[in-house]
Each structure stands twice: as C-alpha cells, then as structure tokens.
C-alpha cells in the first residue's frame, strides 16, 4: 500500500520572490494568476494551470531571446521549468533547469538570490534535501526575506526529520514574510508534531488570505487532506468541492476527491477521478492509488498496469537527476520485489531520517521477514508524535508477526478508528489482521 508516498514528496512545489523584503510585492504568498507577471522573472507559478504555465514559459524564452543577459529572467525560467515537471509529471525538465539556474548565476554571481531559492527547489525536487538547505541558505544570506527560500529551508529540514528546526524555521518565517507558502508549511510541521488541530488553525488562517482561486484551491486542498488523514470524510469532501469550485480541473484536489470517494465506500466516482488524475499527472502517488482502487474492486490485471508504470517513471526520473529510492521502497514493498524494496529502503534511510522514510524501511523489513528489526522503525516512526493511520496499520502488522496480540490489536484498531479508508488494500488487510486475532474494530 502507496499511502505514505505523496506526504514524503512535499517538498516539491516552489514559490518564486523578487521582492527586497515585507513591502515588496506578494507578501501574501501563494499561486498567482499569469496576469500579474509584469516582467517574466516576476511571475510565480506554483498554482498555474499547466496552459498557464507553459504560456509563461513560452513568453519568458521569448524575452530571453531579445535580452540574453537578464539574469533574473534565467532564474525565473529555470523556476518555472521545476514546475512544470512538478505539475506534469515529467522529471526531464530538471536538466533544462538546471541548465538556467547556472546560466543566472553565471551572468549575476554575486546577490542572485532568486537563482539561489531557484536552485534549492530544484534540489528539493529531485530529493537532494542537504542541497536544498544550502542553497536556501545561501539566497537567505543575500536576502532574508526571500519568501521562496525561506519556505524551500522548511521543507528541506522537514524531509531530512529535522522536525524541531523545521518548527523553528516555519516559526521565523513566518514572522518575516507571512502569506500562504509559509502558512501551509507550518500547518504541516504542526501535523508532523502530532497537532492537527494546530495545524487546521494555520490553515483557516491562510483561508482568510486567500483570494484568488489558485490560492483558494491550494489552501482548501490542504484542509482536505488533512481532514482526510483524520478520517473526516464529509469535511474532506466539502473542501475538495471548494477547490474545485475556484479551480475546476486543479488536480491535487481532483486526487483527494477520488481517494475520499475510494475510502468510503464511492468506489466509482473515486476511480473516475483518479483515472482523470493519472491521465495528466503520472506519478508514483497517484499511479498505487488508483492500482490498489482496481486492485480492491478485484481487477488485478489493471491494477498491474499501474504499477508497471510506476517501476517506467521512477527508471525515467533517476535518469534526470531524482532520487527515487523511498518512491521504489514504498511501491516495491507491496506490488514488486520484496528484496528491491528492502534494499531501496536502506539506501534512503542512509541519507535522511524521517518518519516517512523510519516507515518504509520497517514496512521493507516486515517483507523480507526481518520483523525484530522492523519493530525499532515503526516506533521511529511514530517518534514525533505524527499519527497515520498507514504507520499504525504497518506497526501493528509488525507486532502480529512477532506474536505481540495486545499491541497488535492496538495499533491495528488505532489505524481504523483514526482514517478507515486509509487504503483499499490496506484497510482490508488491517481487518482481516483484527480478525485472525479474535479482535473487531
């Protein structure tokens, strides 16, 4: 079961600054709509529609034809290139940003904090998370009220498991340049911290800043998912329909929609929309989510199809430069090579520690047979206090195979009682765990 592979990829979306500090323009953040790039570095493009985006690039390729040296023009392309391959699914944009950013820096090396926050989220796209941190750091030196690297910092100390400096960064940043970027970023430490109602508080509070409907869709699609994670179905529900309503084909929201259909018992719709999804946005994430939603309805065959192309994107995204070893844990461990998934497992846990990656390691353990040492993991994993209902599901599996009933039974019922559609396989396993232990939810 896929269910911990889109929260262990959040550092992924960007936010683009070239402003001088809190009275430059943007302060509240966020997806702006392309109207507003008056100049093509300006534009920010983490909620464009992939139309929108792609005019953006367009008109900034454009203007770097007539004006070559326009650093921070470079910079904004190379921005832009990031997400793209964020929004489509397709990690050969990387190089091509890569590509600008060096080309920003070459012609203005010296306070090119624009590239700098560039440069850290293409790092934190392809999962260089150490990278990510020192160019964020770097562009913060120059500017430190770049809103762009201030957010990249957080998630690159988020995705290493540094939960308390990722507090105290999320804290600072938002005292310096508040707006909803920084907003979304501290409600999901709070979340990780084990304080969802914390983290719905920062949310409500980017609720009220949110004005335009790419804002709107972001902000409400994060109160989704967190609704979601807590098994609020109906709640889950109403905010993905606000999204949707602002933005109609946002697509984060579209995949909420169709995995809270999914999970309550919505299988058709839930697989409408997942199909939607993935005919745009071929990532691991949402390629297992809709296999394992064929897979609960019993064709196999299809759910199949899916995860082969998993094992094509991530093939495809290591050779643009991404480190793909917790996306080939996590669906290997279930729908591949049990070895291949222990092995990827490792590898990751070697460069970062966090508590996605505590999970995938003890759930690749757990496969291969090795439950003693999967134990030690998924307790790391619940260490910051962080509930999810698959890291329960995984611990109490855990805890069956070494013969421990009463923690077993604990964990097993924990994971249904907090989100019982946390996965159609999963959640169907989980029951049937509590059966064989004499135990019913």
């Given amino acids: 079961m ?18 001088d500090g809190p009275g430059g323009p943007g302060g509240s953040g966020g997806g702006q709509d392309a109207a507003r790039a008056l100049h093509p570095a300006a534009a920010r493009y983490e909620q464009l529609s992939g139309d929108g985006l792609a005019r953006q690039i367009d008109a900034m390729q454009t203007h770097l034809r007539a004006e070559p040296k326009d650093a921070e023009s470079w910079a904004g392309l190379g921005s832009a290139y990031v997400e793209q391959a964020r929004t489509s699914g397709d990690p050969t944009r990387y190089p091509q940003a890569d590509k600008a950013f060096a080309r920003s820096l070459s012609l203005e090396p010296r306070d090119n904090d624009v590239a700098l926050a560039g440069r850290a989220s293409l790092a934190a796209a392809r999962h260089d998370f150490r990278g990510a941190l020192r160019d964020a750091d770097k562009a913060l030196k120059v500017n430190s009220y770049s809103q762009g690297a201030l957010a990249v910092r957080v998630d690159a100390l988020v995705e ?40 719905r508080r920062v949310l409500l509070r980017a609720q009220d800043s949110a004005t ?18 807590q098994g609020e179905y109906e709640a889950a529900r109403r905010a993905y329909g606000t999204a949707l309503r602002a933005v109609p ?31 745009r946005y071929p990532l691991p994430a949402e390629l297992a989510a809709l296999g394992e939603a064929y897979e609960a309805r019993g064709d196999r065959s299809k759910a199949r199809g ?131 232990l004499g135990a019913t939810r």
């Avoid at 911990?4 to 402003?19: H, K, N």
């Avoid at 938002?174 to 909803?180: A, E, N, V, W």
């Avoid at 409907?213 to 609704?227: E, H, K, W």
């Avoid at 909420?256 to 005919?279: F, N, P, W, Y």
């Fill in 306 to 436: 899916q995860y082969s192309v998993v094992d094509t994107w991530i093939a495809l995204a290591r050779a643009n430069g991404v480190a793909t070893d917790l996306d080939s844990a996590l669906v290997a461990a279930d729908h591949g090579d049990a070895k291949e998934a222990l092995k990827a497992a490792r590898a990751e846990w070697d460069r970062r520690h966090t508590v996605h990656t505590a999970d995938a390691l003890a759930w690749a353990l757990h496969r291969n047979g090795k439950d003693e040492e999967a134990l030690k993991y998924a307790k790391d994993a619940a260490e910051p206090g962080y509930r999810n209902a698959a890291f329960l599901y995984h611990r109490g599996a855990i805890e069956k195979s070494l013969g421990d009933a009463g923690p077993a039974r604990r964990h097993l019922k924990a994971a249904l009682d907090l989100n019982p559609g946390f996965s159609p396989t999963g959640a169907r396993a989980a029951k049937a765990a509590l059966k064989d």
């Fill in 212 to 229: 335009s409907p790419s804002d709107i869709a972001y902000v409400s699609t994060a109160l989704g998912q967190l609704a979601w994670n």
């Fill in 2 to 19: 896929v269910f911990a592979l889109a929260a262990g990829l959040t550092a992924a979306s960007i936010v683009i600054d070239t402003s």
């Fill in 160 to 199: 290493l498991g540094r939960y308390k400096d990722a507090y105290t960064a999320a804290e600072k940043a938002d005292s310096l340049r508040p707006g909803i970027p920084v907003f979304t970023r501290l409600a999901y430490v709070h979340e990780l911290r084990g304080d969802p109602a914390g983290a």
């Fill in 249 to 279: 084909d946002y697509l984060p929201a579209l995949e909420g929609r169709g995995r809270t259909s999914v999970a309550d018992g919505r299988q058709k719709a839930g697989i409408r929309d997942l199909e939607a999804v993935v005919r």
